[in-house]
Structure formats: structure tokens, C-alpha cells
């Protein structure tokens, strides 16, 4: 089963923030949080990861709160192509450690 | 860098056929491959673990008769359906766990996914 729980959708107006939140309360220390995103029949799409400090690149930022208990994908001025389901995935970082993908948030963005 | 191929991207067969799909590491080498499959509003479900030179672990629930699954070389797995019913229609998806030595060493890069129809 996913150790994340993500609102099932959401909705953000174009060149707005879309903020995502995630809950994985029963994270291990030596567990990353990922962000990957769907768009419609396409694979999945690396956005981001992070351990314990908030991280930035040029897609998105992730912040982790003090406790790692909860994370929030920001990403800062959503466009229409934007519009994906977003996974957020906890999980060690070993390259050969598979992937079990929650349901997701369903991100909307409004024109 | 760190793309993966499938081929064919789409594919209609009949019932009783077999399909193979392919998934390649275009610019490096993984030896780790991933297969998914993924029905209509729901979720990837990971079907199996393909390592390279050793036989695939299937995960609970699956067939690995039915969906049998080879990885001969480090930038190739090949997924082959079986003797395809309806119900095998998906979205098949494959992964490969990225090269070592960056700093997203520790991600995997999909594929853009095989859609399959099986009349």
C-alpha cells in the first residue's frame, strides 16, 4: 500500500501557485519524498525530491515540514500544460528500489 | 539525458495473439527496468522488476506465464503479453532506474507507455 495520502483533486487558476500537499506520517528517516507527475497518457514525470530540507529546481519547490510528517509541492505560476496527476511517493533512495504509486491528485488548472 | 523508449507506442491484436513491447534506455545503461500497467482512471500498478541477466520478480497477483518479461542486455527489457485476452487491454508502462553517479542517481525515467488493444 502507498504511505501517502493526497487529496484526490484540486483546482488552480492559470498563473497562480498550485500548492499540493502530502501526508506521510509514517515515514522512516532514510525515506525521500518524490514528486512525480501523469500527464494524460503519457509516463510519468520526475518533478522533484527531498530528504529533509525544503528543495528547489526549475519545475517546482518541495517543502518538508520540521517533523517530515507532511510535504507541499509548490509549483509557482501553474500553466494549462501543467494540468497532470501529481503523485507523491515516499521511498529510500536506492536507484533499483521500486516505485508503488498512491492514487494521486487530479491538479485542474483554470484558464 | 535519461530517456526511455517503448515500442511500439500503440498496438491492436486479436484475442489468442501475443504482443512483445519494448522498453530501451536510450542514453544509458539500467540495470533495473520496471514494468506497469495501467487501466482507465486508476492508478500504475507495478507488474514486475526486470534485472539484467536474471529472471524477473513478479509481483503478487501477477502471471509471470502470461507476461513474460527478459532483459539481455542494459538497455533493453521486452514485455511480451501471452495469448491476449480483452481484459489485457492497458496502458503498459516501463521504467529504468537512472544512471549512477549524478545527483538523480537516485530516480527512476519512465517511458511514454505502449497502449494496448486486444479485440
Known amino acids: 500500500d502507498a504511505k501517502t495520502t493526497q487529496p484526490p483533486s484540486m483546482d488552480c487558476a492559470e498563473g497562480r501557485a498550485a500548492n499540493l500537499p502530502c501526508n506521510h506520517s509514517?515515514?522512516?528517516?532514510?525515506?525521500?519524498v518524490y514528486w512525480y507527475r501523469q500527464i494524460h497518457s503519457q509516463g510519468p514525470q520526475y518533478i522533484i525530491h527531498?530528504?529533509?530540507n525544503n528543495e528547489t529546481n526549475e519545475m517546482a519547490s518541495l517543502i518538508i515540514t520540521e517533523d517530515r510528517k507532511s510535504s507541499t509541492l509548490i509549483l509557482p505560476h501553474a500553466t494549462l500544460r501543467d494540468t497532470a496527476v501529481y503523485y507523491c511517493?515516499?521511498?529510500?533512495?536506492?536507484?533499483?528500489?521500486?516505485?508503488?504509486f498512491g492514487k494521486g491528485t487530479r491538479l485542474h488548472i483554470l484558464p | 539525458g535519461a530517456v526511455v523508449s517503448q515500442h511500439p507506442s500503440w498496438v491492436i491484436c486479436k484475442s489468442g495473439t501475443s504482443v512483445k513491447i519494448e522498453c530501451r534506455s536510450l542514453?544509458?545503461?539500467?540495470?533495473?527496468m520496471f514494468w506497469y500497467r495501467q487501466f482507465p482512471k486508476q492508478s500504475l500498478m507495478l507488474m514486475a522488476t526486470?534485472?539484467?541477466?536474471?529472471?524477473?520478480?513478479?509481483e503478487q497477483g501477477v502471471e509471470k506465464d502470461k507476461f513474460l518479461i527478459n532483459h539481455a542486455s542494459l538497455t533493453l527489457s521486452t514485455l511480451t503479453v501471452t495469448s491476449a485476452h480483452p481484459e489485457d487491454s492497458s496502458f503498459y508502462i516501463c521504467?529504468?532506474?537512472?544512471?549512477?553517479?549524478?545527483?538523480?542517481?537516485?530516480?527512476?525515467?519512465f517511458g511514454p507507455g505502449t497502449r494496448l488493444l486486444v479485440l
Open positions: 526486470s534485472n539484467e541477466g536474471s529472471k524477473a520478480t513478479y
Open positions: 542514453d544509458f545503461q539500467a540495470t533495473t
Open positions: 527531498g530528504l529533509k
Open positions: 509514517t515515514i522512516s528517516g532514510n525515506e525521500y
Open positions: 511517493i515516499v521511498r529510500v533512495a536506492i536507484r533499483d528500489d521500486k516505485i508503488i
Open positions: 521504467s529504468a532506474s537512472g544512471p549512477g553517479g549524478r545527483f538523480w542517481e537516485e530516480t527512476q525515467y
